[in-house]
């Protein structure tokens, strides 16, 4: 479980901001209005952000600030956002870009 | 149609952008991040005075001086392509389609990844990512982490993450491998470790900086380096181990290390694991320049910088017309010496708009880059001077026979 740092001996108290709810995979989450949304989801323990589309293994940001797009997810049913750029607010329903189907290798699975 | 358009808020962008509207110019800076400050955002170091580099107030200092001076700062905007046609320079962003006379591209670096076995897992992450997550959102990157790649940036943010709270079970190399190289040889990093050494309270590296001037002596060094590691910040830095793998199931649960010999060889059945809920993954940086390459400007492979290089002069100007560029897009440095780059630019920017006198400005502007270089706490790479000779080497060799037609 990961944690928000609320008092830092330099930086001082977090800075307050509104608390917003949102969805992830249909489940509720509370965020801080205006962080980005793979921010919100790690201080709620949360680092798989979606599957990979082939290998269908998991995956969670990697650079954080918008170079590597390891961390795209669907918000508001727009595909491919970027969650470690775009800023999380009141509401929005977000989730995993999910497994692509494979039918070449679902096909030869099966029949070979 | 606007006056200047700057891509990258960052302390280059940013500073440019103020001394463009210093002198009267409309100035747009275009970002596709949430914030004003670029990778400035999360860097937190003590300096040798004392006293406290805090990236987030820089930003917001040169974040609310740029708007007290009626710059326009479009942030969540990423830029997508830019083109130039006819003397003007048109550039597509998510949003919207831009254009200008004058652009400066001042887009920054990026992190190489070090592809370690294991490395697609959720939990790992580029040391920068774990920066950010700390210093800029207040989110801790995990509880215990492990740091992989010993190098300038990885051991500042390494403290950063102690200063947080969070702990570092331990730093170390990479496993070897074609792509690892330099990264993963003992030598080549206790020599750029040494560069450091004013920042690390560790005898041994403070000691080594002036013991460990020849080659020779170097190799002693890492031969008797001490197995368990040297403390630095009372965090183990181990450069005679190196990470194998990174285990876990759906995310990290911790890193297989082994130790290696002076060349970086693994010794084998020494293997053992060390728990960790993240991993952090230290690659060094290289300058961000896609953006340039779609203009058709010419580059070079310059190692000191830390990679491919648009061409540009002192003034930060690039052979094409209108085109400029400025900080870590340029090579590799930190941020002090980006934005007096930026500075420069703007300058040199707001005398090709018609600005007259300004030559005095321009040249100081390029001394303060200088000054602010040589008197540079944090050094990405220590022969960095010689990357800037070798880039004016290939300017004057570009324009040269330009002139002469
Ligand atoms: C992860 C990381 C950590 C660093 N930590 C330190 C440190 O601790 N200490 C230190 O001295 N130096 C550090 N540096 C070096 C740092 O690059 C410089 O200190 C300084 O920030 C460079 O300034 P800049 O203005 O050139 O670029 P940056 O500060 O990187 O700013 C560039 C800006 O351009 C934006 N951008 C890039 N491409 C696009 C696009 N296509 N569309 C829209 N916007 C775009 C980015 O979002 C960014 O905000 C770090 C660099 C990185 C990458
Ligand atoms: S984590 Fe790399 S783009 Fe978001």
Redesign the pocket.
């Known amino acids: 479980m990961t944690q928000r740092i609320v008092d830092h001996p330099i930086l001082g108290s977090i800075e307050e901001k509104e608390q917003v709810s949102f969805t992830f995979n249909e489940k509720e989450y509370y965020g801080m209005n205006g962080e980005p949304i793979a921010a919100a989801l790690l201080a709620n323990g949360v680092r798989t952000l979606r599957h990979h589309e082939e290998k269908a293994t998991p995956r969670g940001i990697y650079c954080n ?2 170079h590597c797009f390891e961390c795209r997810v669907t918000v508001d049913g727009k595909q491919g956002v970027r969650s470690c750029l775009t800023p999380l607010q009141e509401g929005m329903v977000i989730e995993s870009g999910g497994t692509l189907p494979t039918p070449v290798k679902d096909w030869s699975a099966k029949n070979e | 149609m606007n006056n200047v358009i700057i ?7 940013m500073s440019a952008a103020i001394a463009c509207a210093q002198k009267g110019l409309d100035v747009v800076v ?4 949430l914030k004003a ?4 955002l ?2 937190l ?1 003590e300096q040798p005075d004392g006293s406290w580099w805090n990236g987030i107030e820089e930003s917001a200092r040169l974040h609310q001086q740029a708007l007290d001076l009626g710059v326009q700062i479009q942030l969540n ?4 392509n830019i083109e130039h046609h006819d003397g003007q320079w048109t550039i597509y962003t998510e949003h919207e389609t831009l254009s200008t006379n004058h652009l400066l591209l ?6 190489s990844p070090i592809p370690v076995p294991g490395w697609t897992l959720p939990g790992v992450m ?3 990512a774990a ?2 997550m700390t210093n800029v959102h207040r989110v801790k990157p995990g509880e215990r982490g492990v740091i992989i790649g010993v190098n300038v ?1 990885s051991s ?2 390494a403290m950063e993450l102690k200063l947080a709270g969070i702990d570092v079970a331990c730093m170390a190399l990479p496993k070897m491998s074609q792509l690892t190289d330099q990264q993963a040889h003992p030598k080549h990093v206790l020599d750029s470790l040494l560069h450091v050494s004013h920042m690390a309270p560790s005898q041994f590296v403070k000691l080594g900086s002036k013991l460990m001037k020849n080659d020779f002596m170097k190799k002693l060094g890492v031969t008797f380096y001490p197995k368990r590691g040297v403390n630095m910040w009372d965090i183990p830095i181990q450069l005679r181990k190196a990470v194998i793998e990174i285990y876990g199931e759906k995310q990290v649960e911790g890193v297989t290390v082994a130790t290696i010999d002076s060349n970086g060889e693994i010794v084998a059945g020494t293997e053992e694991n060390v728990e960790a809920d993240f991993v952090c993954i230290a690659g060094g ?1 290289y300058p ?1 320049a ?2 340039a390459a779609l203009t058709g400007c010419p580059f070079y492979l310059i190692e000191e910088l830390g990679g491919y290089i648009p061409l540009h002069n002192e003034r930060m100007e690039t052979p094409l017309d209108g085109l400029y560029v ?4 340029t090579g ?4 002090k010496v ?1 934005a007096a780059q ?1 500075t420069t630019a703007g300058l040199t920017i707001a005398k090709q708009a018609g600005f007259e006198g300004l030559d005095g400005e321009i040249e100081e502007a390029i001394q303060v880059v200088e000054e602010t270089r040589d008197q540079s706490y ?1 050094q ?1 790479h220590p022969e960095v001077n010689k990357g800037r000779e070798m880039v004016k080497e290939k300017w004057e060799e570009y324009v040269l026979p330009l002139r002469s037609i």
């Open positions: 600030i918008g | 891509i990258g808020a960052g302390p280059a962008g275009i970002d596709e991040y400050g670029g990778r400035l999360g860097q170091y905007t990423p830029v997508n001042a887009t920054g670096a990026a992190e580029s040391v920068g920066q950010v940036l500042a943010i940086l961000l896609e953006l400025a900080g870590n897009i590799i440095e930190g941020a980006a930026g944090i990405f």
